[in-house]
């Protein structure tokens, strides 16, 4: 052994001495604990990932076993052999004598029911879906509204487009009821709302809907910004109008979009309806003064007057509007009968604001709010309705003639909030009450 060597064996063995042994002890066991425990836990956590693919593994036999158990039970009812290739999970008792009934119907093949929607139903379904889950949150893990919870639900309802001040009072009136109980359920927190909603609403009598006036034709002027709808809407209720044997004409007094005055041609093409037009860019006065000279002329039952939307100025547009006035008093003093304003439920609050605009510088017989069927801000109807004192007459729920709605203040509440807190029956309810009404009306 070299001499190198022998001297570090030396230092070894001072140091070894120099250790406290007990020291050196402990930091061992230290050592082996830690590696010991950093085992176990490993150990553990591929335990816990067996066992939950076990358990994954068992769900899906037995959901397996159920769905086999189904289609067993099927094919036995229809009376056809159960194949021998079909293999079951489930243990079928061998001794069980099989009855196979002799006349029973296919339960297999029968097809599902279609529940077909109303169309305030189809209408309304964003604005419900989204309003009612909202309103479950207010109740997650068994909870009830309670003097606490009325902020939130505050909260909530602004933010489903009711605007403030309905809100306020919705949110007063369940207070009232809180104070004297200990909390409220849903149900009747739903009831309370459309109680609420009920007051706030202007409900059309409906005689209102059937008004003609003696000697002259009714007239009904369509206003609003561009794009929400009016066209369409003045087409759609031509078409209603013809439907019940009216004789009716459109005015295209949109004299600025060309394109708008051929939409309303192709509208009275398909919907058997007159349509009165101008030169391009004429004064939309003065074609509504030619067109209600031609309808007084030929005896219409009633005139549709479409207007612009799309003037630079708001100044501008309510001048305009002014003269179209102008025009039509000049023939019928008394008319125009309905001045209608036409707003898109899409844009919520901003439908709310154009309608105060309007109605500020025309006084407007009554609301009509288009797109209800793309939007989740159907309570923007309670908010205008309530802001303006005006009746909401129509609803917009699709892009084809039939799809204008007469508005009703019970089919909209119960579409709102339908009388059960089961969420299967959301699409359904109210369709014989909307139906109903609705025919009733036509
Ligand atoms: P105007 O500029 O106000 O005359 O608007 P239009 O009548 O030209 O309509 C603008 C767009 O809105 C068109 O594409 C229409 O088909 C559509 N529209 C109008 N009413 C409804 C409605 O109730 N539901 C849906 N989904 N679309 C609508």
């Keep these: 052994m070299s001499g190198f060597v022998q001297e570090y064996l030396n230092r070894v063995r001072d140091f070894v001495a120099s250790v406290d042994l007990n020291l050196l002890v402990i930091v061992l066991a230290v050592g082996v604990v830690y590696y010991l425990s950093a085992k176990l836990k490993v150990a553990k956590s591929r335990a816990g990932s067996e066992v939950n693919a076990l358990r994954e593994e068992i769900e899906a036999l037995s959901r397996e076993t159920a769905e086999l158990r189904a289609r067993l039970s099927a094919v036995t009812a229809s009376g056809v052999e159960v194949s021998p290739s079909v293999e079951t999970k489930a243990p079928v008792p061998a001794a069980a004598p099989r009855v196979i009934p002799a006349a029973q119907p296919r339960a297999v093949s029968e097809p599902e029911p279609r529940v077909e929607l109303s169309p305030m139903a189809r209408g309304m379904a964003k604005s419900r879906g989204s309003f009612l889950a909202k309103l479950k949150t207010l109740f997650t893990g068994g909870r009830s509204i309670n003097l606490q919870s009325l902020d939130d639900l505050e909260e909530l309802l602004i933010s489903s487009d009711v605007g403030a001040r309905v ?220 802001e303006l004192e005006v009746p909401v007459l129509y609803v917009g729920v699709g892009e084809k003639a039939q799809d204008l709605i007469e508005f009703s203040v019970p089919d909209f509440i119960e579409e709102l909030l339908p009388n059960t807190t089961d969420d299967g029956r959301a699409g359904a309810g109210g369709c014989d009450n909307a139906a109903a009404s609705n025919a009733s009306m036509a």
Aim: hydrophobic letters at 40%; charged letters at 25%; one cysteine or more.
């Design 167 to 386: 809100s306020g009072s919705l949110v007063a009136a369940v207070r009232d009821h809180v104070g004297k109980r200990d909390g409220v359920s849903e149900l009747e927190l739903r009831e309370l709302l459309k109680e609420g909603i009920r007051r706030e609403l202007i409900v059309v009598p409906n005689s209102h809907r059937l008004y003609q006036p003696t000697g002259s034709p009714l007239v009904v002027l369509v206003v609003g910004v561009n794009g929400v709808g009016k066209t369409t809407t003045v087409a759609k209720l031509a078409t209603r109008y013809r439907a019940q044997g009216k004789r009716v004409l459109c005015i295209a007094a949109d004299t600025f979009r060309a394109a708008a005055v051929q939409q309303l041609k192709e509208w009275g093409a398909r919907g058997d309806f007159e349509v009165f037009s101008g030169p391009e860019n004429a004064k939309p006065a003065a074609v509504v003064f030619d067109g209600i000279v031609a309808a007084k002329e030929k005896e219409f039952d009633v005139v549709l007057i479409d207007t612009a939307g799309r003037l630079h100025t708001k100044s501008n547009l309510m001048q305009e509007l002014e003269g179209v006035k102008n025009s039509i008093r000049r023939h019928i003093p008394e008319a125009p009968h309905e001045t209608l304003l036409v707003v898109d439920g899409v844009s919520g609050q901003n439908a709310l604001s154009q309608a105060r605009e309007f109605n500020a510088s025309t006084p407007l017989t009554g609301l009509v709010v288009t797109k209800l069927d793309g939007t989740p801000k159907g309570g923007i109807i309670v908010a205008i309705s309530q």
